[in-house]
Nanobody
């Protein structure tokens, strides 16, 4: 059974930084897409960043380009989201997700079969 466990959320002031981690287990392939999504109260869940672990290709939402960096630690099957220059509008529950079928070709939520429990990020002005 695939499991994703996030950590690293918290509260920071605008301009601050946080690093989220997602540790995955329960599968054997080294080629999958790992994504970070977020959902603010009253809003739809949206993609933030994703990485194809097979080759390292990364993709970002326009709203976070230049501020967030997604990376991976292959040895521990952990994916990180380094978030710098945080803004109040970044406040949301952040979720890690895994896509085994679409090779990181899409933000479509349905492409991601497995999700973590989420970690809260709160940015105050």
């Amino acid at each position: 059974q695939v499991q994703l466990v996030e950590s690293g959320g918290g509260s920071v002031q605008a301009g601050g930084s946080l690093r989220l981690s997602c540790t995955a287990s329960g599968y054997r392939t080294s080629r999958l897409c790992m994504g970070w999504f977020r959902q603010a109260p009253g809003k739809e869940r949206e993609g933030v960043a994703r990485i194809y672990t097979g080759g390292g290709s990364t993709y970002y939402a326009d709203s976070v380009k230049g501020r967030f960096t997604i990376s991976q630690d292959n040895a521990k099957i952990t994916v990180y989201l380094q978030m710098n220059s945080l803004k109040p509008e970044d406040t949301a529950m952040y979720y890690c997700a895994a896509d085994f079928r679409y090779y990181c070709r899409t933000w479509y939520l349905g492409a991601f079969d497995y999700w973590g429990q989420g970690t809260q990020v709160t940015v105050s002005s």
